[in-house]
């Protein structure tokens, strides 16, 4: 398989001290960190916001390291002898570590890492995603996740569903055509509200058309509750265009890629009729 091919469902809470407060969710992918094409510049940029925003949260979609695609990783691993894995491996975690320390402003604020086509899977099973989420302290993702994000403050809380998974390529060609896979993944599941996928490079958050819910009060009755659908592209820090250098990008003549990560907003507001409610929005970290 290209990936872990793993599915999970997970929880995460944040603690909100004060209605006034902003909350910011960054969502990441594509780092493609040892690659020559990867933004140093960009990334040194995102560390910095995320160090000095305490408030942010993060969650990353896969393709964190360059290392292998799947068919050079599939090939070395069935052609390899074992002091060539072990060597191999060796590498990798040292560059899996290399990178984790680089990422401690973002430990403890992970909601977690999820899984993504570039990778090396270990003899004992795990990817090196899985390791990078280890080392941080956070869940793994796998490549399809859907984690259910509690805010709580003063006692009382709201919720929404995030749902990622790492992505195929889209349709590059229109400005709206990368959001369509991603749409379509939402119709996947019902009351999700952010849906995201990374592997195309694009950067970016779409607010869909308002949907309707009808769920209990307090009381019992029935009430309707309008949510508007954000869809995600998770950007990317490899650059698209380099000269002077070799690359599978240049021979496949992709386009040029958004670097960086999109950012939604997040504050909580106080109803009598259902308490907390949740309105979103996109934030830049420029």
């Not at 990798?92 to 090396?120: C, V």
């Not at 793994?140 to 809380?157: A, D, E, H």
Request: aromatic share 12%; charged share 25%.
């Amino acid at each position: 398989m290209r990936t872990s091919g793993l599915m999970t469902l997970s929880s995460y809470k944040i603690d909100v001290k004060s209605l006034k407060d902003v909350i910011y969710l960054v969502m990441f992918s594509d780092l493609h960190w040892d690659s020559p094409q990867f933004c140093d510049d960009e990334w040194r940029e995102f560390l910095y916001w995320a160090k000095h925003h305490r408030n942010a949260y993060f969650v990353g979609n896969g393709d964190y390291q360059d290392t292998f695609r799947a068919t050079t990783r599939d090939n070395i691993q069935r052609f390899a002898e074992p002091e060539e894995l072990g060597m191999i491996e060796e590498t990798s975690l040292r560059h899996t570590q290399k990178l984790a320390d680089q990422m401690k402003p973002l430990k403890g604020r992970l909601l977690g890492l999820g899984d993504g086509n570039h990778g090396w899977r270990f003899r004992d099973g795990r990817w090196d995603s899985e390791v990078l989420a280890q080392m941080m302290g956070c869940k793994f993702l796998g490549v399809k996740s859907i984690v259910n994000v509690q805010l709580c403050c003063q006692g009382q809380y709201t919720s929404f569903l995030y749902y990622q998974h790492h992505g195929r390529s889209g349709n590059t060609s229109t400005a709206g055509g990368p959001f369509n896979a991603v749409e379509k993944q939402g119709r996947h599941f019902d009351s999700v509200q952010v849906v995201a996928q990374g592997d195309d490079h694009n950067k970016g958050i779409l607010r869909g058309k308002p949907r309707l819910r009808v769920v209990p009060s307090k009381s019992g009755d029935l009430l309707i509750k309008e949510y508007t659908p954000f869809y995600v592209r998770t950007g990317s820090f490899r650059k698209g265009f380099v000269p002077d250098t070799v690359d599978y990008a240049h021979e496949a003549n992709y386009g040029p890629v958004s670097l960086g990560a999109p950012v939604l907003q997040m504050k909580m507001y106080k109803t009598q009729e259902d308490g907390l409610r949740l309105k979103m929005g996109e934030h830049s970290m420029i």
